[in-house]
């Protein structure tokens, strides 16, 4: 024993040497000696005269001895029947026996380890005890009601108790009445250790019953709930306090339970605790405590004002608590700077509440809360003030009307040239969250020019943070302005910002070549005057910095704006520039002994993908150079969770992480800092950009990148990962075509068919719900997507018929478990609700996530029809007729009606004329959902009928599919453009492309009400929201312009001014192809000057502007 108790404190000690040797001595006596090893470590924890420490060891070995107990080789199988038997008794002798604090609580851990599995109770069924370990709970009980045991003992007992809630509570709920009264006892006690571990214990037993009946019992329980919160906010030990605050952050089962006492019991505890505990991290567990309630039952808790109100006045005290010493907190840059931590939760609460309520319809009662709490906020001290703002920064996503969106602005506009630098700071900081929630309406005439002349002043301000955090808020607005609204303003700005460059601080150096950058971006072309200057100045600011790690942030920054100063001039200007641009990149990438989150990376990547755009093919001579550096990236992968894994990860760096089932059944948590994962993002998209840009260029380095790809397709963090990789990997089948290497084509689509297929095959084997219940829904919806991606872009002649046949069947089949999975839940959460607020209960996200695996398995379907429309029609047009058959009925629910219409529209796309004969299976009812009301069925089905009205035999049904648009896109256009109506402002841009299809190619069947229609599509222009719409929409105005069509063009071209005012609108914006905007120039100079003088006086002024550009530019 003596040599065993030597090892143990070896275990211990300090020296490398002496414990690597002990703990290699302890793990062969554990798989040698098993029995004899667990019995000395009982010895040890009975030998009271031993150190605590080493008494402590052994007990955590003894945890250890006890895991994995259903491993074959687990030391718990060696022990055999009568040493467990043995084990678990000597576990609960000690833990009675055990004096030591720190000991037993040690014991009472290897207890709950131990007996969480070696239980495993149904979760249907009410047993009186667990026959697994039938000793254990009534050991347990007896010891937490016995008040004259220890308080030690009784609370590490109950928190034993608590732990092992998973396995047992079907077993307390069975007890119910002996449960309620060791709880009533346990709750009178003086301990606060006792009387929170109790709490927790409550709390969570409670979030364990989702059936109301169940939690009904223990109402009595509530008035003692609330007197155990009042008292341990008036302990001095906090951590029984922090321990219940944390258990009150459970689920919807526990806010059911709580709901009714919530408001005027639960929330004013935890509302005094959270603004008035002297410690910071108490005051910031009650609040999570109470958005945590209010997150789980949103309908419930929504209806209460008391408690939103509440909420309100917490996140305001927390947002108040801001730093008083002004010349300290000037002095901090505000990327370095430390922000206030409960500023930022009393933030991010509110986004959650706005966001909670948001998802459930209930945002109006809150929003006026939020308004009168803003009013009185901005008219009171500057703290207050900055509150306000930071309001306003976080409400105004959720706010839909245009014209409370401008009075709110005009609040943070007026609060710009505040006295109070902090103040300043906090309105530039709103300034760019409105940009980027309502970026249409801060880029309007009436608000633009004004903010501009702001930005230009701040650039003075005499506290360089508020410059710096003006210059934040650039990024966002900045790229909204219309470049002649911009034009006037930028030689100012340059002027300002060329000093601030060569002169300001390292932190305004970074900030100004960011805003530099953004300048570049906007004027496009107009900021090439600007390129002469700048350019030495970057080069020689990217020389100084090159080797230099400590400012490895501004050197990205130089390279992000030198590759945007390249767009701007494009390939003859930068050439001469762009082989050092180039060196220094690679040189940048190579300097030694780098940080793991070295930024340089990234910044390179994106420059890279920049210039490979400017420079198309001649950026090949650097791709040798740049492409292995990018492709070493995609070698970075999770790692399982263990100790060993965050060790290696920075205690500042995020990590993102999920839960996945291993091959062997088990689940394991994996992990990869957040960094990682951004730099795998950043080169897969960088490639992708490669490969797009140089085409068959790319074909040398095919092969390698293709290998590359593989080592991310089962990538398990995030799904954007594996879609950009499978992207990528269809771009690579794409550049095969182009460059005559079909056999490569070929191997390509096989290898991926090879990888993907099994997964749909899988899922269509599952013999049974429960069986399919492991599906995610989102990897096979990425899966899906990737194989549409792969067949789109590979072309034709790379699949059989047989292939095609068994791609189809097997995506069918798939379809079918997933809607049988479907069903089978409702069924089961039906039987479950007993009201209509346990709804709340399903996990919204992974419905969502299965209604897109659905939709991507229809569409995976559809892309066989793409490139083999022939064998489509012999082997899939059956199939894919009956799905719609099934599903287009009316009286079928939405989401899978909608499923039917993505098949038909990939029907009607691809095969044309061919799919005539099937059109009486779902035309009268795809006319109908033209007029839905609902935009998930309305969208595909006016997408729907423009593809159909290109076939000639549509003729028949062209009057009344016309009128029918023609309303759509009228009382549509007429809602405007609030956030709220961007869905159905799509349906219209689908609706306009098929009404002009119908006037382009049935113009006789239309003819009595042509010009009425041709009015409707018109005014109804530019397309609003979807782009690709947009291109088509677009170029077929053109195109009828240049043709003078009468009804376009108006008598005596009397719409050429509003005709002209769209082309012009849309000139080089996301809604046109280059060759668009090409012929929109041509246009222009083809009018003539004196035409053009005459049309242009009836325009905007920000459309004359813009015209004499594309005047300039079309010459």
Known sequence: MAEFVGTLRALLGSDNNSRGAAEKTFSDAREQQPAATVAALFHALGESSLEEPVREQAAVLLRQCLSKIQDDNSTWQKLGAQGQSDAKAKLLQLLQSEASDKVRRKIADAIQKLGCQL??????????????????????????????????????????????LDSIWPVMVANINQTLGVLQTCFSSNSPAVMGRTSELLCELLDKLDKKEERSKFAPLLEELCRVIRALADSPNIAPLNDLLTALQAGPSLADFLKDAFPEHVLPLLKTIATSHKEEDINRAALEAVMTIVEAKPKAYSKNTVAMQAIIEICVVFMTQLESDMAGWAAEDDEEGDDEERLIMGKEVLDRLCRCMHAHDKMAPLMELMKQAVSSLMAAGWKEQCAGLSMLATIIEFVDDEDLVQTMFGVVKSNLKSQHERVRHTAWAAVAQFAEDHAETLSSEAIAPG?????????????ERVQSRSMEAFQFYGGLVEREVLDPFVPNMMSKLGHKLQHGSIGLQRKTITYIAVLAGQMEDGFADYYAPLMPVLKQLVQSLVHKNEERTLLGKAFECISLLASTVGLEVFRSDAEVIMEAMIKATNVPDLTSNDPIMEYMMQASQRICFVMKGAFLPFLPHILPLVLKKFTLAPKEYSKETMQSIKDDEEVSLTVQQGEDGKVKVILMSTSELEDLKGAIGCVHTFVEELGKLFVDYLQQTAQALLLVFDFALDEDVRDLAFETWGLLCQCARESGQVDKVGELVQEFLKRMLPKFEQVGATGSVAEAQGIDSAALKTAANGVTACLRKAGPGVLSGEQLNHICQVALKALHVSLQLRDAEEEANRRNQKNDEEEEMVDDEELEEATKFRLALCEMVGALAV??????????????????????????????RRLALFVICDILEHLKEKAVPAWPHFMEQLLQDVAHQSTALRQPACYAVSLAAQVKAFAQFAPSAATTLSQVISQTRQAGKKKSQREAQACADNALSALVEILTTHQQAVAGAEGQLWSVWLNALPIQVDEVEGVKNHRTLLNLVKAEHPQVIGESGGNLPQVLSILVDVYKSNTVDEETS?????????????RLEGIASQLKEKHRKKLLRIHKEGQ
């Open 119 to 164: 239980i495993e109770i149904p979760q249907d069924t009410r047993p009186n005890n667990a026959e697994a370990w039938p000793e254990l709970m009534p050991t347990l009980m007896p010891i937490v009601v016995d008040t004259s045991r220890p308080d030690g003992l009784r609370a590490d007992t109950l928190l034993a108790v608590k732990e092992l």
């Open 451 to 463: 903010m501009l002349e702001a930005f230009l002043a701040v650039m003075d301000d005499p506290c």
């Open 867 to 896: 490139h083999h429309g022939d064998l489509f029609m012999e082997h899939c047009l059956n199939p894919s007729m009956q799905l719609v058959t099934k599903f287009i009925q009316p009286s079928v629910r939405w989401e899978d």
């Open 1078 to 1090: 090409k012929g929109i120039a041509q246009l222009v100079v083809q009018l003539g000057p004196q």
